[in-house]
DNA sequence: AAACATTCAATTGCGAACAATTAAATGTGA
DNA sequence: TCACATTTAATTGTTCGCAATTGAATGTTT
């Protein structure tokens, strides 16, 4: 019998599509490094950024909601961008459990500095809009459904 | 004049493709976390292996270009290895600044406990394997236009 | 051979990422 | 109201991921 072709060998690592996601989320870390250096931000405090810039004052369940994460891997973030004076850290008034997060003036004008970022970005994928924004749906898509795997 | 339309709001958070690569990243070591426990490998862990499984006895570059990982990283995840007794870390005879590692006979066990991951992580997919493959080949090609950038 | 540069792994320090636990605030049912 | 469960952040401990540096081995140039 002829050995399994490489081809279909399930454990390959070039048959692996969450080694391609898994390495190219470094490979744009690392597009994204000098980019966002100038703006004194790492990636993950950028998206916190990001979810701010869209909608301010809310509670950080809310952020990780959107962004996935929990309060272990934000409240340290958070504590750092309140360090750069970028957000404030308030206890709800209403329910004292919740701390809301709302940007500083500081963190409000970051905005214009951030508007090329996504262009350069952009640029570096050597793409069109439209395959990235089908590619990216593909994406979302998949996510969605391991996501759901996971809450059975 | 009306505002920006969020469909092409470059700032927002779901028009990123960066954003759904790293939430489908994580999306994925959630997944893969229960099925690993079970070999005692974390998922960086993993990846390690399924290069070794290909080809044994390789210095830690070779790893490391194959994972896109250096030496601050793989460093301390091998060792973890050899104390789990699945490696061997030996110096190289013919040129000493490298480090040569080898399956031990329960690194090369493991592999037959691992066979039975790629089908669950497709079955979580819940996606055809074409469809997966193109996503893939795609994935891959992002991720090495944004590489050949970083290296300019 | 001697001086210099390069390669390779290890180390240090910092910032994620997450599991597990804790503590306080809030909600619910008897 | 009192007991109990739930919700929310914070904390602790482990493992990545990478920049920057170190130190030893190897190459290269003259």
């Not at 360090?83 to 206890?91: E, F, G, N, W």
């Not at 809301?100 to 905005?111: C, D, M, R, S, V």
């Amino acid at each position: 019998m002829a050995r399994k072709s490489s081809a279909v060998d399930p454990l390959r690592l070039d048959n692996q599509i969450c080694f391609a996601v898994y390495s190219a989320t470094h490979a744009f870390n690392r597009v994204y490094k000098p980019l966002l250096d100038r703006l004194g931000l790492t990636y993950p405090q950028y998206l916190v950024m990001l979810v701010l810039w869209e909608h301010d004052d809310v509670p950080v369940k809310e952020i990780g909601e959107k962004l996935f994460l929990d309060s272990g891997t934000l409240t340290p973030l958070l504590k750092r961008l309140e360090a750069a004076h970028l957000v404030k850290r308030t206890r709800s008034s209403e329910d004292e459990r919740q701390v809301l997060i709302a940007l500083t003036p500081q963190g409000h004008a970051l905005k214009e500095k951030a508007r090329s970022v996504p262009q350069s970005i952009l640029a570096a994928s050597d793409c069109s809009v439209s395959e990235l924004v089908a590619m990216k749906d593909e994406i979302v898509a998949l996510r969605d459904r391991l996501n759901a795997v996971i809450g059975e």
